[in-house]
DNA sequence: ATGTCTTTGTGAACGCGTGCACAAAGATGG
DNA sequence: CCATCTTTGTGCACGCGTTCACAAAGACAT
């Protein structure tokens, strides 16, 4: 069984590690608000610290792309938003369709984050003939029916799955037949794909069930923390968060 | 996908690594279809590739949270679904609030996966006094001046940012000052937040960033498929990586 | 009861990512 | 031109996460 589907590629892509490539946009766009602001250069130090990250590792992070700094100035924040531009590949423009246009569908047709950068919403498709023609920020919704031939006028390789959790791997597989080869899934399942696409998953209830999980946590130890040494937290000393009553249990050991 | 701001704990939360953590609620969700179909018993295999993982890796992640599996047998899937739920702190309901009722806090109030499990939208809150009172999702929304009332009457503890990005520091700082530990900021900004504050982000425009360097990778290396030149160029810089017209304008300066 | 067969649970090896700490590089001033 | 000071770029070590491979555990048949 070729389980090696849907995630690492394993092969650093041009020798760029993947955690690499996932900060890239953040230092981006922390590079862009200080272009905005005219600031004409930036220690790695500052831009560590205006993207939230380590500043070694950012160092490390734009070693992998070369040698854009200067030592005992900083690197050229125009020239690097450049290079990062470019190596994210957001020098072209990329269609991209939406399909599934419920609630999340046309809130992400709206997001500006869109069309700002290097990303341009070509169509937006949905499977209720209702939906047809009817304008969803500004861009007439599309039958399902027309997605092989959207995708092939448009040369689209990047498709946004929003639609309910049933109908995302049928779609996904469409897409994929029509020659889409990136997927960004925000339905809730786990999509099957051929090799060589690349699916990222947005996935609002993990993410909340993982912070429930840690505040659970929080709230265990705040419960059994007596004699704990720890430094002093800057934490206001809630007197009980305890939502609903209803202690789970003690945990076993 | 850590992105617990400032530093990660580094203190495994209860022996439990963060990997196997941000996985287990994949697990659940398997685990839950298979309930629903009332299948009783599943094995490893079985499991891990509903979930799309290694079987191997599974296994170890179930083996942090106890020996839960009959050997030559497999998981009982009720009994898996419990103790999964429990360890996520899903047996007890999270009062959540979401800030900013704009088209993506309409679509997350909509959507059903936060009432499904464990979860419920305490209240909707927005700085426009336009939008107070009015119903989004059969609940109406309220005003920012009341975050801090809200956030205390209800004991809540967990915050959605569904605000602009230049709105979701100081929204921020107030929920975490009204006792918020733990946040999920779908607003495109890097927030910092005391020790103890957990923040999850959820970037719409990263994912795509991330898509398109792959996307243009691939791209890049079908055009090159044919030059087998490749052999001892480890910094294959330059010359070959627009599929179209290259080095276009920079971006607007 | 005994043997066989299935599947779990885990010890160990490996690879990736992170962070430290420092030498090299270049700017700046005398 | 030389000395000093700042900041980059990176070698190295460490720890986490993944995967392999196998022994232990239990079900099931005879």
Known sequence: MATGRTHRPATRSRGIPEATVARLPLYLRALTALSERSVPTVSSEELAAAAGVNSAKLRKDFSYLGSYGTRGVGYDVEYLVYQI???LGLTQDWPVVIVGIGNLGAALANYGGFASRGFRVAALIDADPAMAGKPVAGIPVQHADELEKIIEDNGVSIGVIATP???????????????????????????TVP??????KVD??????????????????????????????PRSETADKGPDGDVPAVMPA
Request: charged share 20%; glycine share 10%; proline share 3%.
């Open 85 to 87: 531009s470019r190596e």
């Open 165 to 191: 959790a049933g109908a995302a791997q049928p779609v996904c597989d469409r897409l994929v037949a029509a020659g889409v080869t990136s997927i960004l899934n925000f339905a809730p399942t786990v999509l």
């Open 195 to 200: 090799d060589g696409v690349d699916v990222r």
């Open 204 to 233: 609002l209830s993990i993410e909340l069930q993982i912070l429930a999980f840690h505040e659970q946590r929080k709230a265990g130890e705040e419960a059994a923390a007596e004699g704990a040494a720890q430094a002093a937290g």
